[in-house]
């Protein structure tokens, strides 16, 4: 398979999916959104009517062409440079989105990577850089999100104060040997959103992750590029088909919409029914 190449066709296209405008009004940051899923959700949450906030740490040209399509295709789109596992880089990120945009009411905090070793080659600088990256960047915008919320106030737009949408993994909850920097990461997300979610949500923050199973993005993209590594993968999902960004923006747009007003420290599975453990489908 190939990865998904969205154009402006495929943006105007997705207008189709939310004609109701679901967040018209409102403002959404998608970190990591220059690429896979965090390109797909920062498109989605575009089309269902949000002014959208392309972060980014490397690859501005590739943010810019996002940015032109939905601009383009009538939806509101600006781009802003941080390294999420920088706390001076965040808040600066923070300020230009009040900005160029007012306000915040929505962050979907996806930026991560993986860095994959066995335990006795793993270095200290690959531990911390997912460490880094995947937990303290969820931490450092959430909580730049959360005070801006506070500071905001509710408004007319949603029935929430504001929403925080954690980009997880099926790794939360499977093991994954020569993966513990990142199945570590993943696990520690689920309760920093749990605990949260816990704290936030008297004020009306509802806080929730998404735990993608196997999506086509350049992360992962030996595990499906040939042939024989698709069918291999395949093994894995009962749903047989790998997913695409498109599964996990769909998502992303109800979790941030009123639709989802009632759900709080959840975490949505996207995998093809991979957390149903297929293996034991035939023993065990
Ligand atoms: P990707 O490599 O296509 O995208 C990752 C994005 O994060 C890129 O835009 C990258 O530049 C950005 N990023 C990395 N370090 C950053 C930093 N310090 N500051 C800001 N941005 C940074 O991979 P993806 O598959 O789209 O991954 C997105 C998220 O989804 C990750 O959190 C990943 O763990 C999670 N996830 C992916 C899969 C999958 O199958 N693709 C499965 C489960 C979870």
């Not at 880094?132 to 915008?141: D, E, T």
Request: proline residues 3%; aromatic residues 6%.
């Amino acid at each position: 398979m190939q990865l998904i190449q969205y154009t402006l066709e495929t943006q105007k296209e997705l207008l189709a999916e939310y004609s109701h405008q679901p967040l018209k009004g409102q403002v959404a940051l998608v970190t990591g959104a220059n690429s896979g899923i965090g390109e797909g959700c920062v498109r989605h949450l575009a089309a269902a009517g949000a002014a959208v906030v392309v972060n980014y740490v490397a690859d501005p040209e590739a943010a810019q062409v996002i940015v032109d399509q939905i601009n383009q295709s009538g939806g509101q789109a600006t781009m802003a440079f941080a390294d999420v596992s920088n706390e001076s880089q965040v808040k600066t990120m923070f300020d230009q989105i009040r900005n160029d945009h007012g306000t915040l009411d929505i962050l979907v905090a996806n930026a991560g990577l993986q860095r994959d070793a066995f335990i006795g080659d793993m270095t200290l600088a690959q531990w911390d850089l997912v460490m880094n990256v995947n937990l303290k960047g969820q931490f450092l915008c959430a909580k730049e999100a959360v005070l801006e919320y506070r500071r905001r106030g509710i408004r007319s737009t949603s029935r929430a104060l504001g929403k925080i949408v954690c980009m997880s993994s099926v790794h939360q909850l499977i093991p994954w040997a020569k993966h513990t920097n990142y199945a570590a990461s993943k696990g520690g997300l689920m309760l920093f959103m749990q605990s949260l979610a816990q704290e936030v949500s008297p004020e009306k923050i509802r806080v929730n992750a998404i735990a993608p199973g196997a999506i086509a993005t350049p992360i992962n993209h030996q595990a499906w590029e040939t042939p024989e590594a698709e069918a291999s993968l395949l093994k894995l999902i009962p749903y047989d088909r790998v997913g695409i960004p498109d599964d996990i923006g769909r998502a992303a747009v109800w979790l941030s919409s009123d639709a989802s007003d009632y759900v709080v420290g959840s975490t949505i599975f996207i995998d093809g029914g991979m957390c149903t453990f297929e293996s034991f489908s035939t023993g065990g």
